[in-house]
């Protein structure tokens, strides 16, 4: 059976999302194992732009346009995949485990009664068939599996999980005209778009935390500054945002968003398990407290061990130094 | 021999665990700092209603059982030992005569407010004079036409100076010693009644202790608790035996929290290239106080099991509140060991434990009278 | 009106956590909860039967005995009837499987309105609602921070999206997962405790539910399988970086960020 890897591409605010990359970098390398090709599947509404951004990172790029598809709705979207499959019967469906990955992935699998792994962080291919790594219990235990492959399985995964390679591949741009039905229980009232250009937490490669050590919300700003320098993002403790001092949106940790930056640094950070757990798959985590006993330097690579608004005007002017000579 | 606890049990255990948790610990670092009542605190936990514990399903209770109650008191003192010894007062000591002898509209008065939180009770032994040895009360209860003219002063009174009612030991006739000693109930307001001195206290913040002063305080004949004159100290060990049991159960909360700590402690903190708890010594310590708690914990628990079944055990409950408040002492110590230089610190948890922990030698006995008390039990039935 | 609450007893996060020398299963140690999302989902039903004539809350689960106590906290903060569906002591892998008997139970019952929590915080996975919800062929709305119900008929929530939030109405039966914001989970009452603790809990052997049969929801019909489980690799010990001052740390700090970590 032949292992085509489809790559569903997910789009935010009228451009490719990073995690799309990631996944169709990653098929890629998959696929020049398993002698196989990989289709990066892009749904929704005059996507022809993005979908020539596609043309280097998969051998085919299937294009579903309509204009019902301009706005992401799980029963529509999930009409088109499903006929898609059905129609091309992939070995597997990479996805991101991302709000809408994990909104519609599920759905797909049970449609489709396949097997489903999410939130995997890395994938190999290795006795002729595809074994899945996935965190368990907030990343204390990594579980290796594997799907039953009599018919098409479905993967997603975390972003920041793989880097993003352009291997030029000069894909195929196939047109498909495919039936999107819509479930006329869901009425749409209206959508709030949050009024930012802040990189995404999940896809940010730099960021700077700030926790109860931060002493009140004003003093954010410096971390604001540094996040901006870098052009990464700030975090939040589940105590700074108990507290009222950031939203919900800038929350690390548990019952906020599992991250996995490049580099994360904790300012005032204490390092409580429910919060290390959501940032300690991040490739250099850097610690910044007054306290020396604080958990997070049992998770960090390096620590200075001082008051943060003693280390934060030095750390702004030396990134901003570094940034000048990149 | 079952040593389970029922799933019941242990569906209590693991509510009230979590409920300490979400409401009790996170203010239980400010209780003992600011060392004032900390009423939001009372109203957020008392709306729950578990002050009416003990008492009947039928008045609004929860009618538990005595190795939950148990369970109660070890987590709530695990939560903040102050606090805990406000909010246990409402439920046993300064509620239990109001509710075997108190008159309906008493009842109605005190003990159903009291349950729901809106009003704080407490029971009046000690005196500047007289701690264990009662036979000492000085304050004493005249028959005045109707009623009784109390006069006196009693001292660390738990929630004393901010109570709505007390229940206060004064004796009717000194010459009789104890036989002399009798209940009365005195309420906020009633003319000569006041607070005097407030006592700083070590440990135990959070929970306002102080004297009560009985000044020609006259009281109506419905306010005596009790079935005939003379009868008070028959009726204490009613529930001596369960104080007893309830400071053990205190006893293992503190040394609970504590332990926890130390365990943590013993796996982060980095000392020669290594967490200290691979080293002999702390591993000696925590071996210790495992198999110290674990003895303090059956014997409470045997306590609890003969108190339920109606069975004798004045000599248990002497005996497992004296053990498991030594436990507890010891294992606040080795906490501080353990801990280094940073149990001196206000900003760590460990002295909180240490300074708390202290105040239990004192409830419900000293350990040498208690020694006394119980090698005379013995000795007394050869 | 009817409404199903599905949750789950989970690991705590302090919890730990074993592997066989086999590394073909795990140990968890004895401390359980109720999964945090869900949480949200008791209270979410609980206000709405507040709000609604005529209201039941069912609340189900799938696991072992053990997992009574989870359905126990649930009534004590105010759900009605408590099902466990036995799992005869197996942890299935196959979420696929876990929705089936899900779905099939919700079936038997029928209900109007079904809550879920966003995602598990043991694996993470968040398949169970919109897979429940495929199974029963009803609408769902994932990561809901606003629940009203409009009539017996309708819903309309506030969900999380991608980079924002959105307005729908749904028409019911609806199924759906819970986001932390939506409101503050209650802390029982004595009286909650008291009614739990005497509570019946009805247990339901899956292979008797209707469209199931015993081939359909054992360890065979499972499409997943692990292959293994590790422990990650453990970060060396932390390198403090010293300094005289504050800003003498920091450049020492971001030379080996840049030549030794690369991070820079």
Redesign the interface.
């Known amino acids: 059976m032949s292992k085509e890897i489809f790559v569903f591409v997910?789009c935010?605010?009228g451009s490719i999302r990073k995690v799309s990359y990631e996944l169709l970098s990653k098929a890629k390398e998959i696929s020049q194992k398993s002698s196989s090709i990989v289709y990066a599947v892009i749904i929704g509404s005059n996507q022809d732009v993005l979908a020539n951004q596609l043309k280097d990172f998969a051998d085919k790029v299937l294009i579903v346009d309509n204009e019902k598809l301009s706005k992401?709705r799980?029963?529509t979207f999930l009409s088109v995949m499903e006929q898609i499959i059905k129609k091309y019967k992939p070995y597997v469906m990479f996805g991101p485990s991302?709000?809408?990955g994990?909104?519609?992935f599920?759905?797909l699998?049970?449609?489709l009664?396949?097997?489903?792994?999410?939130?995997a962080v890395d994938v190999v291919f290795d006795e002729n068939t595809l074994?899945i790594k996935?965190?368990?219990?907030?990343?204390?235990?990594?579980?290796?599996?594997?799907?039953?492959d009599d018919s098409t399985?479905f993967v997603t995964f975390r972003p920041n999980s793989f880097i993003v390679e352009n291997r030029s591949l000069n894909g195929e741009l196939i047109k498909e005209n495919i039936d999107v039905s819509e479930?006329s229980?869901?009425?749409?009232?209206?959508?709030?778009?949050?009024e930012t250009k802040k990189v995404?937490l999940q896809e940010a490669d730099f960021i700077i935390c700030g926790g109860r050590g931060m002493k009140g919300p004003e003093h954010f700003q410096d971390l604001e500054e540094i996040a901006d320098i870098m052009g990464g993002r700030v975090g939040a403790s589940r105590a700074v945002v108990d507290s009222k001092w950031r939203d919900?949106d800038d929350q690390v940790g548990?019952?906020?968003k599992?991250v996995s930056p490049?580099?994360y640094v904790g300012c005032g950070v204490s390092g409580a398990?429910?919060h290390t757990?959501g940032m300690d798959t991040s490739?250099?985590?850097?610690?910044i407290n007054k306290d020396p006993?604080a958990?997070i330097?049992?998770?960090?690579?390096?620590?200075?061990?001082?008051d943060v608004f003693?280390?934060l005007p030095?750390?702004k002017e030396?990134?901003k130094k570094?940034k000048k000579e990149i | 021999m079952d040593f389970k606890l029922t799933e019941e049990q242990e569906f209590f255990r693991k509510t009230i665990t979590d409920t300490i948790d979400k409401i009790v610990v996170p203010k239980s670092q400010e209780i003992d700092e600011k060392d004032e009542f900390p009423w939001e605190t009372w109203k957020e936990f008392t709306s729950l209603g578990y002050l009416g514990l003990r008492y009947p399903e039928e008045i609004g209770g929860m009618n538990a059982d005595k190795i939950m109650s148990m369970i109660f008191y070890e987590e709530i003192a695990r939560g903040s030992v102050g606090f805990a010894q406000s909010v246990i007062m409402n439920i046993l000591m300064g509620t239990y005569f109001i509710y075997r002898f108190g008159n309906d509209a008493i009842k109605e008065r005190c003990l159903l407010p009291a349950m729901r939180g809106e009003k704080i009770a407490t029971m009046c032994f000690t005196e500047d004079q007289s701690g264990s040895d009662l036979g000492a009360t000085r304050t004493t209860a005249v028959k005045d036409g109707d009623g009784w003219r109390i006069n006196g002063t009693k001292m660390w009174i738990t929630n004393g100076p901010i109570c709505n009612f007390c229940t206060v030991l004064a004796t009717t006739d000194p010459s009789k010693g104890l036989k002399g000693l009798n209940f009365f109930l005195v309420e906020k307001g009633t003319p000569g009644f006041s607070s005097g001195q407030i006592i700083h206290k070590l440990g135990c913040r959070g929970t306002v202790t102080g004297e009560l002063i009985f000044d020609d305080v006259w009281v109506p004949d419905e306010n005596f608790l009790g079935d005939e004159l003379g009868k008070g100290v028959y009726y204490v060990g009613d529930i001596l035996d369960e104080v007893r049991l309830m400071t053990g159960a205190m006893a293992l909360g503190i040394a609970k929290g504590a332990y926890k700590e130390a365990l943590e402690f013993s796996k982060k903190r980095i000392a020669f290239g290594q967490p200290i708890g691979n080293y002999q010594l702390i591993r000696e310590k925590i071996a210790d106080i495992d198999t110290s708690m674990n003895a303090a914990r059956l014997m409470i628990n045997y306590g609890a099991w003969l108190l339920e079944n109606g069975m004798d055990c004045r000599v248990t409950a002497a005996e497992a509140k004296m053990y498991a408040t030594e436990v507890c002492l010891k294992v606040v110590d080795e906490l501080t060991r353990i801990y280094g230089a940073n149990a001196f610190a206000y900003e760590y948890i460990p002295q909180r434990y240490f300074r708390d922990a202290r105040f239990l030698l004192y409830g419900g006995g000293t350990h040498e009278v208690l020694k006394d008390f119980i090698g005379r039990m013995i000795i007394g039935k050869i | 009106m009817n409404i199903l609450v599905c949750v789950k007893q989970v690991a705590d996060t302090e919890a730990r956590i074993l592997l066989t020398s086999d590394k073909k299963s795990i140990e968890i140690e004895n401390k359980y909860n109720m999964n945090f999302f869900d949480e949200f989902a008791v209270e979410e039903a609980i206000r709405t039967k507040g709000k609604v004539k005529d209201c039941q809350i069912s609340v189900c689960t799938y696991g072992s005995n053990k997992a009574t106590e989870v359905l126990r906290t649930a009534i004590a903060m105010g759900a009605d009837k408590a099902y466990l569906l036995d799992n005869n002591g197996y942890d299935i892998e196959d979420p696929i499987i876990t929705a089936k008997i899900l779905a099939s139970f919700a079936k038997t019952e029928g209900f109007d309105l079904i809550f879920c929590g966003r995602q598990a915080i043991d694996d993470e996975n968040a398949n169970i609602g919109a897979m429940m919800a495929e199974f029963l062929n009803i609408p769902h709305v994932s990561a809901i921070l606003k629940f009203d119900v409009l009539d017996e008929k309708k819903a309309r929530v506030e969900s999380e999206i991608e980079g924002g939030k959105e307005i729908q109405e749904v028409q019911l039966p609806a199924l759906f997962t819970t986001q932390k914001g939506i409101n503050e989970p209650r802390v029982p009452l004595i009286t909650g405790v008291m009614k739990a603790m005497k509570a019946q809990i009805n247990i339901i052997d899956p292979a008797t539910l209707k469209d199931l049969s015993k081939g359909m929801i054992d360890e065979s019909a499972s499409k997943i399988s692990v292959l293994t489980y590790e422990t990650p690799s453990a970060r060396p010990t932390v390198k403090i970086i010293d300094g005289e001052t504050p800003e003498q740390k920091v450049k020492a700090l971001i030379d080996i960020l840049k030549d030794e970590a690369k991070a820079l």
């Open positions: 997910e935010k605010d992401y799980w029963d991302t709000t809408t994990k909104d519609i599920p759905r699998a049970a449609r009664n396949g097997a489903i792994i999410s939130d074994k996935k965190p368990l219990f907030g990343g204390k235990i990594i579980s290796w599996m594997k799907c039953k399985f479930d229980r869901i009425v749409s009232i209206s959508t709030e778009k949050r995404d919900y548990k019952s906020g599992t490049k580099l398990l429910h757990m490739k250099v985590i850097v610690a006993n958990l330097f049992q998770y960090a690579d390096y620590g200075i061990i001082d003693n280390v030095a750390l030396e990134l570094i």
